[in-house]
């Protein structure tokens, strides 16, 4: 290979191609914008309606216009914290979107509602709008416009209603759990007063006060402690007495309860979503449902895990209240004239307090649970409330813009790949790339393109279009072949081949020996071609005796085979004859070798028309009489590999001097 940008087009070519095809682009650009204009005529109409949300973080939820409400949310119990992501998955759920159905049409059956369900997740698109916001763009797409705004608004509603319930059922089940724990610590109080009135009569104790507030005095930062501890206690001991129920194994555990373990009360905020998710389920599904039978066992797992893990943090309350107690056990005996029943009375007295203060501690979010239950928020804001953006009518313009760009692009895309996998010489330039190799002139493209269809194995039909005083570019282009011919002073005898067929060498032999006869040059025209005889027909000498006559020797006097043109006295044409069936062994015969001889004084050009150079010798032969061998490439058919062919035979002597006709040249 010569260059490693053989294959390089340059803009300048790909406009020039692009602009050569142009009837490609207006067939291109009807056949898009047609396509274009009837899928838009045939599309049907719809609409999109938009909508922006924005998660309401609890942590960062605090709002000054709405100061009120932030404090209400703060104090819920059942507060949860929303996960962006996870909310667009809900949005976009079938437990959201079958109830949607519902809504709009109560009549339906399940499957109805669940087809329905699944058309609307089609025309649905939830997508966060950055990386670092909690807003979310909702866009719905239906045929009438009001039906697209009304749908994305009732989505909305929907998962708004759906997460208030979840929240409803998470309160009434703590104030349930509240309720018990009140009535239980009523009864425990009230024994606990009744003893200690009865141990003060039965003991006469009428100084307790000042005992308790010397133990106050020295062990206050301990009772304390062991009030806070107990508190936690009671509360875990109460969770696990529920955990331990097996006649409800599926019912939701109280949330911020007051045990102050996070990882019991993430567990339980896990089992709890579970729950919900579980029977939300059974909306549409049956217990038999293999997904069922996984959750269900899954709900039993974590269900397990949160008692083992209740159960291991009352041990260690339990231990650490007994380690305050021993301590201020020993406090007391030091302190206490009478340890014994003093003991007694600051037990019975501590633990009094300890129910006491779980009692209020209990009344307080008693309270709080049912000012949460009255107070409905909701875990998201609406930013813009749904409104129709569009529809599919204003995308018309931008269908048939689409397709007037295609249209522009495909012939271009194919005329570029063309042109990269074009092997051919395509111009000047390619032969330039091999120095050693002469180009002599190159010839314009004449008339009509070759037909599209046409007889394997026919050969594209050369003419003689040189005239005396045309001005065309094709005559042009012979008048400086010719100029190059005769300035060649070494060289009389021509020999005119190609490597295959219909590549024009009879075209630009023939015509180059007219131009020759226009100037007055004694010209010697010899048709070589002993398998076609194409130049011969084409001098209307078909028939007439010639080269195959003389090298067989029928008449010694060369004159007696000559052909003229009445317009061209100068011109002598040696016509084929009868075309021989030993074309080769004629052509290597003595007495062709001592023709050219005997001819060279007698003209001033010599052509000899011969045949192509691929598979025949012919060629071969006519080259060791010829001084030049005119090669003619034809652009767009001859490859360039074969250029480092004619390369190598110039240096290798196989022809005397070698010079290149390009033929077939493009206008531009």
Not at 125 to 142: C, F, H, P, Q, R
Not at 458 to 468: M, N
Not at 516 to 525: C, S, T, Y
Request: charged residues 25%; aromatic residues 8%; hydrophobic residues 35%.
């Amino acid at each position: 290979m010569k260059n490693s940008n053989d294959n390089f087009v340059s803009i300048a070519d790909l406009w020039y191609l692009c602009i050569a095809h142009w009837r490609w682009y207006v067939v291109s650009l009807l056949l898009c914008l047609v396509v274009a204009a009837y899928r838009v005529s045939h599309a049907t109409l719809t609409y999109t309606s938009d909508a922006t949300i924005m998660v309401i973080q609890e942590k960062e939820g605090k709002s000054v216009n709405n100061k009120a409400a932030d404090e209400f949310r703060s104090m819920s119990l059942v507060n949860q914290d929303v996960n962006v992501n996870n909310l667009t998955k809900q949005i976009n759920s079938l437990e959201v979107l079958i109830e949607v159905a519902r809504r709009i049409d109560s009549t339906a059956d399940e499957e109805k509602l669940l087809n329905r369900a699944l058309a609307f997740r089609n025309r649905l698109s939830v997508e966060i709008a950055g990386k670092n916001t909690s807003v979310i763009n909702l866009n719905y797409k239906d045929f009438t416009p009001e039906k697209a705004k009304n749908t994305l608004a009732l989505i909305i509603q929907v998962y708004n209603d759906n997460w208030a319930e979840e929240n409803r059922l998470l309160t009434k089940k703590t104030s349930s759990f509240i309720d018990s724990r009140l009535d239980l610590l009523k009864g425990e109080l009230d024994r606990a007063d009744d003893s200690i009135s009865s141990y003060k009569s039965e003991n006469q104790i009428t100084e307790l006060g000042r005992v308790a507030d010397i133990y106050l005095q020295q062990r206050n930062q301990s009772d304390a402690e062991i009030l806070r501890l107990t508190n936690q206690r009671a509360m875990a001991e109460a969770l696990r007495t529920l955990l331990e129920n097996n006649d409800a194994p599926h019912t939701l555990l109280p949330v911020n309860s007051g045990i102050n373990n996070g990882m019991i009360e993430s567990q339980i905020s896990l089992y709890n979503n579970q729950v919900m998710q579980y029977y939300s389920h059974l909306n549409y599904t049956s217990t038999q449902n293999p997904r069922m039978i996984i959750q269900e066992k899954e709900l039993r797992t974590l269900r397990s895990n949160i008692l083992y893990a209740v159960q291991n943090h009352i041990n260690s309350l339990n231990i650490q209240i007994n380690t305050l107690e021993n301590y201020n056990n020993n406090a007391i005996y030091n302190i206490s004239s009478n340890p014994l029943q003093a003991k007694y009375l600051t037990s019975i007295e501590r633990e009094r307090k300890v129910k006491e203060g779980l009692y209020l501690y209990l009344l307080q979010k008693k309270e709080e649970s049912e000012i949460s239950s009255t107070y409905q928020h909701s875990s998201i804001r609406i930013l813009d409330m749904p409104y129709v953006s569009g529809s599919s009518s204003s995308k018309k313009t931008k269908t048939l813009a689409a397709a007037f760009l295609l249209g522009l692009l495909l012939p271009t895309l194919v005329i570029f790949l063309r042109s990269m996998m074009d092997k051919t010489v395509r111009k000047r330039l390619d032969i330039e790339l091999y120095p050693k190799l002469t180009l002599m002139g190159e010839v314009p493209e004449y008339g009509r393109k070759k037909p599209l269809f046409r007889k394997k194995g026919a050969l594209h039909k050369a003419k003689l279009v040189v005239r005396d005083g045309e001005q065309d570019a094709v005559n042009e282009a012979f008048r400086l072949l010719r100029t190059k011919t005769l300035q060649n002073t070494d060289s009389k005898v021509y020999m005119v081949t190609s490597f295959g067929e219909e590549d024009g060498k009879t075209f630009v032999s023939t015509n180059l020996a007219l131009a020759l006869a226009i100037n007055r040059q004694h010209v010697l025209f010899i048709d070589g071609d002993l398998r076609h005889g194409t130049a011969s027909n084409l001098w209307n000498a078909k028939g007439q005796d010639g080269l195959t006559d003389y090298l067989k020797g029928r008449e010694d006097d060369l004159s007696a085979f000559l052909f003229h043109l009445s317009n061209y006295p100068t011109l002598d044409i040696l016509p084929t004859g009868e075309l021989p069936s030993n074309p080769t062994e004629l052509l290597s015969s003595q007495e062709f070798g001592e023709l050219i001889a005997a001819q060279r004084s007698n003209y001033d050009v010599i052509l000899i028309d011969t045949p192509k150079t691929e598979n025949l010798a012919d060629a071969e032969i006519i080259a060791g009489q010829a001084d030049t061998a005119l090669f003619v490439i034809k652009v767009g058919k001859t490859e360039r590999q074969k250029l480092d062919e004619l390369e190598t035979a110039q240096e290798s002597g196989k022809y005397k001097h070698l010079a290149l006709v390009m033929n077939g040249v493009k206008e531009h």
